[in-house]
C-alpha cells in the first residue's frame, strides 16, 4: 500500500466555528509538497458529497487536496452567512494547507465557494491562485428560478427549516449588516495573483453576464472560460472540466519550476 489514507480534522476558525475538514494527498506527487488544491463548495454541498468528493479526487491527480465543509454545511459548526464570515474558513483551511507542508496553494470555488474565494484573496490574501467556478458576479440576483428559490430558503423561516432538515445547511436568520463586498469589487482587487473564471452558457443559477462582470473586474493575469454545454458548478463539472482546471494551476503556480505530470492519459487533457 503506497496511497495515503484521507483522514478528516476538525479545524477552528478565528471566531469559533469548528470546521471539519479532508486531506487528500496527490496521486503523484510520491512526497512533493509544491502544490495543494483548496476546494470550496457550492451553497448546501458539503465534501463528503459525491460531486465535490469526485472533483477532488480528480484534483488529486495534480497535487494534494483539502476539501472543507463551510460553517452551517455537513460537519462544521455554526451557522450559513452565504459568503460573508465564509472567509473565515476558507482562510484556516489555507492555512491548514500551509501546515501539511504544501509551498504553493491554489483555491477552487464553485457557486457560492466561488465567490468565498474571491473574497478572500481580495481582502484577506493567502492563495498562490485562485479558480473561480460558475460563481455571482454581484449580490441579491434573483433572475433565474433557480436563484428564486435559494432566496425563498433564505429569507423565510420555513425555507430555513427545509434546508436545515433535508439538506443538511443551517442558515443565519440575520441580514447582512453590513453587506459584504460583492465578488466583483474583490476580483478587482485579486491581482497579481493568477484568476481563472470558469462559467457554462447553461447555467441554470447566474447567466454568463455575471463570468463576464467579474473578468472585466480583474486585472492581469486573469482568464475567462465559457464553456460550451457546461451547467452549475460541481454538479455539472465533468471530469475533463476539473482536468483542465488542474493542468492550469500547475501552469499558473509551478511553470517556472519542474513539471508536475498528471497521473492520467494524455488524450483526457486533449
Do not use: C
Amino acid at each position: 500500500m503506497t496511497r495515503a489514507v484521507p483522514k478528516t480534522v476538525t479545524l477552528v476558525t478565528d471566531d469559533g466555528v469548528p470546521i471539519d475538514a479532508v486531506h487528500l494527498a496527490g496521486d503523484n506527487l510520491a512526497g512533493d509538497k509544491r502544490l495543494a488544491f483548496v476546494v470550496a463548495h457550492g451553497f448546501t454541498m458539503y465534501w463528503s458529497q459525491n460531486a465535490i468528493w469526485q472533483a477532488a479526487r480528480r484534483l488529486s491527480r495534480f497535487g494534494g487536496v483539502v476539501a472543507f465543509d463551510f460553517r452551517g454545511h455537513g460537519r462544521s459548526g455554526g451557522m450559513s452567512t452565504l459568503g460573508d464570515k465564509e472567509i473565515k474558513d476558507l482562510d484556516v483551511v489555507i492555512r491548514y494547507a500551509r501546515e501539511l507542508g504544501y509551498e504553493r496553494v491554489v483555491t477552487v470555488g464553485f457557486s457560492m465557494g466561488a465567490s468565498i474565494v474571491l473574497r478572500h484573496e481580495g481582502l484577506i490574501r493567502g492563495a498562490d491562485a485562485v479558480v473561480s467556478v460558475s460563481g455571482p458576479g454581484f449580490w441579491y440576483f434573483r433572475g433565474t428560478m433557480a436563484m428564486r428559490k435559494v432566496h425563498w430558503a433564505v429569507e423565510h423561516r420555513l425555507g430555513r427549516l427545509v434546508a436545515r432538515t433535508l439538506l443538511q445547511t443551517r442558515i443565519s436568520g440575520g441580514r447582512w449588516d453590513p453587506v459584504p463586498v460583492p465578488p466583483a469589487d474583490a476580483a478587482a482587487r485579486i491581482a497579481p495573483t493568477p484568476l481563472l473564471i470558469v462559467h457554462g452558457d447553461r447555467d441554470e443559477f447566474f447567466p454568463v453576464d455575471h463570468a463576464e462582470r467579474l473578468f472585466e473586474a480583474a486585472h492581469q493575469p486573469k482568464e475567462l472560460w465559457i464553456v460550451p454545454g457546461y451547467g452549475h458548478a460541481e454538479t455539472a463539472a465533468k471530469p475533463e472540466l476539473i482536468d483542465r482546471i488542474g493542468s492550469w494551476a500547475v501552469a499558473a503556480v509551478l511553470a517556472a519550476e519542474a513539471p508536475i505530470r498528471p497521473a492520467i492519459a494524455p488524450d483526457v487533457l486533449a
